[in-house]
């Protein structure tokens, strides 16, 4: 991996943009970081699909998403098993999926996370209410689970948390009030000593919260579900979701920052 310092000091460095944090918007993707499970992408419309047959491409504003499947090459399917499922959008410019606060979550019901003790996410959304508790992504229904809110209750907040194998759950929060726009990254850590939670938005400082009780080894398989609860009826987010990745492992600092860079790119946003 190409790091900012390395492009300040190499050789030749005027044949690549001036500014590095531009070179690495130009030439990374999260999916050369071997960790990737889930990469989702607005911007490709060859992974949206009007129904959860993937039967219909989506081709323009909003029209139903019934399907969004993941760009690693385990092509994971997010799906709606009911009515009312989210919608693409485009304002702004920026393409996105849009819960609107009443639209049913993407399901997929099996993502093995069983080699797994930690894990990464990172999204960016734009959260468009504080009204009430509202997930971005949750990870099973029975510990252990983990999930990423906005927000994590009638709060201006975004927030993370995962329970270790016991009823007992820690939870992180980062105050930003809604509407905003942000890049949301979270750890979450499993194992039988200290379960943790940890959350940044756009680049900043972590907020981290441990629990000194778990029971647990792994993740293991169970409903990954966005824009909503497991359930898929609850929890409802009301927002916008632009990108999303999931990594089965705490990241680099540095592919941290590039997967960062890479996911403000996708709405707008410039973290350096």
Known sequence: ????????????????????AEFIR???????????????????LDTLFQ????????????????????????????????????????????????????RRALIQSALNLSAATTVTTVTAVRKMSDAALARIASFGSAQPLF??????????TFGSNVSGGTARSVTTAASFAAPVKAVVTTVSKVNALTPSSRIRINSGAWVDEAL??????????????????????????????????????????????????????TCGLRLF
């Open 147 to 156: 999930a990423v809110s906005a927000p994590p209750a009638a709060s201006a």
């Open 212 to 265: 000194g009780a778990g029971a647990t080894a792994n993740f293991g398989t169970a409903i990954y579900a966005l824009g909503g609860n497991t359930a898929g009826t609850g929890e409802l987010l009301n927002g916008y979701i632009y990108a999303h990745a999931l990594f089965t492992a705490e990241l680099s600092a540095q592919d941290l920052i590039d997967v960062e860079i890479w996911m403000a790119e």
């Open 26 to 44: 130009n030439s990374f993707s999260p999916l050369k970081i071997s960790s990737c499970r889930i990469l989702l992408d607005a911007r490709d």
């Open 1 to 20: 991996m190409v790091s900012i310092e390395d492009l300040k000091t190499r050789e030749g460095v005027l044949r690549y943009p001036t500014d590095a």
């Open 51 to 102: 129904d959860n047959g993937g039967a219909s491409l989506v081709t323009a504003k909003g029209q139903d998403v019934g399907r969004w499947v993941d760009k690693t090459s385990n092509a994971t399917q997010f799906n709606l098993a009911s009515i009312a499922p989210p919608v693409y959008d485009i304002t702004g410019g920026f393409r996105s999926v849009y819960w609107a606060g009443n």
